[in-house]
């Protein structure tokens, strides 16, 4: 065999092995959290809050956390959409696309994307105290938020990037104005790309630790009030995973199962729902 | 022959960039006419086209000087609202653009923007223009269902029910049947020769038949010039300019002065 051959094996040999180290990562992942966590996952633990008086102890179930990332990931979904939506809107329709000003927000998104979680978390807490706010429900949602608008925006972006500029012309040809082209026409065009960038922003948020550590707190009750703290699922995962005690432990693996199985759901509902509303796309 | 001007267009510059579109363009577009913008490609035709109803300051680092009179308004002044200029003109584009909605919606999206709630009102404006565009026979038992489904001769003919539902005066062409096929590029040309008693209608065309065919008046663009205009027959029997001379008769342009 010449040089050259054996460098083509080589180098298929290295790009194959990669592509199955990333598949049996996922499959690793999936099986390690299903084993481990699959004996310990009862009803009980999904239909029930916490009970004994301990922190997520051996009685009782998750259903504090479980509540409590429902009710951050929907809130913070629907308050990073309604900036997202205006931000993208505004660059398509109302901006030229090679504007500076389109280009700095953009680069702008692009940073805050890159920015750490636990960075959010501090600055939320920081916006918190400044307004004499304690760990709370709206802390949570406000700096999940802030996570996931950036990773909105720029999915919803390239999504409207898709569409070609002649319907923009044959509609505003129309005596459209701007807004109705976004309201009537571009929405109904982007809206399976709106409703995965949504679902994919809800994952992320759902399935962050650090940036609800400080602002969203702890409990042991279900959500009640918008200004008292909430549990979150990866916090109640990290809780339960600390302590000594192996049964807790393995609590700890059964719900970070449940929060798998979450975002699992909420991606295929993202598919089949993207796949329903394709209807009147034009492709 | 006279005719009376409908749009009116006064030393027009345009460019893109550093890039010069047009060139000191004034001309006439007559009333209840076919006029067909013909010319190489690249010459400024969609452009000039474009100007009409102001679609052109939506491209890219575009800089226009000089007026366009419609009706006798000035299209730039600060007082005339762009949609209800754009309302004035249907477009038709060479690759036909529906919109993401059902048939029925697209041809009750401009009645709908313009006012019109009332249902009854709505349903007869789409079968009306439906049937108008030579449409309604095809599409009658399928209204709510996507308009992306038909096909792109369809799509043409809902395109132009769509813009004769604004109830415009003009309307603009920018090689509506390049697209199509010959029985549906066609279909259109027979509906535009129908229309021209109550529409001005102006076309970009390439193709010199076509502009032969459906044409009252001429308007030869090349390199962002205006180059001639005038009634179809003259252009076409008695063209003065050698450079019309050769493009009509398919011979390469000398470029000398350009």
Redesign the interface.
């Known amino acids: 065999m010449d040089r050259r051959n054996l460098e083509e094996g080589f180098f298929k040999i290295i790009m194959a092995g990669s592509a199955i180290i990333t598949v049996m990562s996922l499959i690793f992942i999936l099986s390690t959290v299903f084993i481990k966590g699959l004996p310990a996952l009862s009803i009980d633990m999904i239909i029930k809050t916490p009970q004994g008086g301990y922190y997520i102890g051996r009685e009782g179930g998750i259903l504090n956390a479980i509540l409590g990332s429902l009710a951050i990931g929907t809130g913070a979904t629907a308050l990073a959409l309604a900036v997202s939506l205006p931000v993208v809107f505004y660059l398509h329709i109302y901006r030229?696309?090679?504007s500076k000003f389109s280009k700095m927000v953009r680069f702008f998104l692009d940073v805050l994307w890159g920015v750490p979680s636990i960075v959010y978390g501090a600055f939320g807490f920081t916006v918190m105290i400044f307004f004499g706010l304690k760990a709370s429900l709206i802390a949570g949602i406000f700096t999940v938020a802030l996570l996931i608008i950036p990773i909105m925006a720029r999915s919803i972006d390239e999504t409207l990037r898709m569409i070609?500029?002649?319907?923009?012309?044959?509609?505003?040809?129309?005596?459209?104005?701007r807004w109705?082209l976004a309201a009537?026409?571009i929405t109904?065009?982007a809206f399976p790309g709106i409703l995965t960038a949504a679902l994919i922003s809800f994952g992320r948020g759902i399935g962050d630790a650090a940036s609800v550590l400080f602002t969203a707190g702890f409990t042991d009750y279900i959500p009640y009030s918008l200004f008292k703290p909430v549990a979150t699922l990866p916090l109640a995962i990290f809780f339960q995973l600390g302590t000594p005690f192996p049964e807790v432990r393995q609590r700890g693996y059964a719900s970070a199962l449940v929060l798998t199985l979450l975002i699992l759901a909420v991606s295929v509902v993202a598919r089949l729902m993207s796949k329903k509303f394709v209807?009147?796309?034009?492709? | 022959m006279y005719y009376r001007t409908h749009i009116s267009v006064k030393n027009l510059n345009v460019s893109y960039g550093s890039q010069k579109v047009l060139n000191d363009i004034s001309i006439d577009i007559p009333d209840k006419k076919i006029t067909a913008i013909i010319g190489p490609s690249g010459c400024g035709k969609t452009t000039l086209l474009k100007s009409f109803n102001r679609l052109l300051e939506l491209q890219e680092g575009v800089s226009i000087k000089g007026q366009v009179l419609v009706d006798g308004e000035d299209i730039n002044d600060p007082n005339v609202e762009v949609t209800h200029l754009r309302k004035k003109m249907g477009l038709l584009f060479q690759r036909p653009q529906v919109l993401p909605m059902s048939i029925y919606e697209n041809v009750a999206y401009g009645p709908r923007l313009h006012g019109i709630k009332d249902r009854k009102a709505l349903d007869d404006a789409v079968s009306h223009y439906l049937k108008e565009a030579t449409l309604w026979d095809e599409v009658k038992d399928r209204l709510h269902k996507p308009a992306s489904r038909l096909s792109i001769g369809q799509q043409q003919r809902l395109c132009l029910a769509r813009g004769l539902a604004v109830e415009p005066e003009v309307i603009l062409g920018d090689e509506p049947t390049s697209a199509l096929d010959p029985i549906s590029a066609e279909r259109i040309e027979r509906k535009l020769l129908d229309l021209k008693n109550r529409y001005t209608i102006v076309l970009v065309t390439h193709i010199l038949r076509q502009a032969r065919r459906l044409a009252d008046y001429i308007i030869f663009l090349y390199m962002g010039n205006l180059v001639e205009h005038g009634p179809v027959e003259d252009f076409f029997e008695n063209p003065k300019d050698p450079k019309a001379r050769a493009y009509i008769s398919g011979q390469f342009i000398e470029s000398s002065d350009a």
Do not use: Y
């Open positions: 030229r696309k090679k070609p500029f002649e319907m923009n012309e044959s509609c505003l040809a129309l005596g459209s104005t109705e009537k026409v109904r065009q209807r009147n796309i034009i492709k």
